[in-house]
T-cell receptor, first 116, second 114 residues
Framework: DTGVSQDPRHKITKRGQNVTFRCDPI?????LYWYRQTLGQGPEFLTY????????KSRLLSDRFSAERPKGSFSTLEIQRTEQGDSAMYLC??????????????FGPGTRLTVL | AQTVTQSQPEMSVQEAETVTLSCTYD???????LFWYKQPPSRQMILVIR??????QNATENRFSVNFQKAAKSFSLKISDSQLGDAAMYFC???????????FGAGTRLTVKP
């Protein structure tokens, strides 16, 4: 399967613990996005990478959140000192955008985080 | 700020019938992109259809078509000949040309009755 993959699919953690999620985009996709989706809502944009550069960050991305894409391939999203309000589905998407056209973002299956 | 509103939390349609899902958005931009995404239960989100705001012609993809009314800032999705596999959450989304902050509506849950 050459789609976007995310690991783990589910994570249960206790409040105050750190968690890290991984996203593997479609190979050769230069753009990678992280979103957060809470129950009954649409995804909310968190951050965006073009290759290894993090070009945009939402104000939703507090200082407890950090994302990296060190070699322009896979990406990690770390949440430090988790809070119950961090419980959500974390979605990753990737795209390859030819200049002058709207890119199609391909989404992964998501990582569902539950903070107890 | 750009916001996307989907006023129908739930819709249902009889198999083989046609259903229209509503979406409105707020923006001061003149050029932007609009999307409809489908999220089946426990499955990943996939793109259904997209529209560039500078194009007057409404986008179509097989049984899916949009009614894009730029002045009214309306972007509805019409599903013709509904199939059981169309049952899903449908999200309307907006993005400007210049940035990658895609804004989603809260979604419409579509049920297809056999």
């Amino acid at each position: 399967d050459t789609g976007v993959s995310q690991d783990p699919r589910h994570k249960i953690t206790k409040r105050g613990q750190n968690v890290t999620f991984r996203c593997d985009p479609i190979s050769e996709h230069n753009r990678l996005y992280w979103y957060r989706q809470t129950l009954g809502q649409g995804p909310e944009f968190l951050t965006y990478f073009q290759n290894e550069a993090q070009l945009e960050k939402s104000r939703l991305l507090s200082d407890r959140f950090s994302a990296e894409r060190p070699k322009g391939s896979f990406s990690t999203l770390e949440i430090q000192r988790t809070e119950q309000g961090d419980s959500a589905m974390y979605l990753c998407a990737s795209s390859l955008r030819p200049e002058g056209t709207p890119d199609t973002q391909y989404f992964g299956p998501g990582t569902r985080l539950t903070v107890l | 700020a750009q916001t996307v509103t989907q006023s129908q939390p739930e819709m249902s349609v009889q198999e083989a019938e046609t259903v229209t899902l509503s979406c409105t958005y707020d923006t001061s931009e003149s050029d932007y992109y609009l999307f409809w995404y489908k999220q089946p239960p426990s499955r990943q989100m996939i793109l259904v259809i997209r529209q560039e705001a500078y194009k007057q012609q409404n986008a179509t993809e097989n049984r899916f078509s949009v009614n894009f009314q730029k002045a009214a800032k309306s972007f509805s999705l019409k599903i013709s000949d509904s199939q059981l596999g169309d049952a899903a959450m449908y999200f309307c989304a907006y993005r400007t040309i210049s940035n990658n902050d895609m804004r989603f509506g809260a979604g419409t849950r579509l049920t297809v009755k056999p």
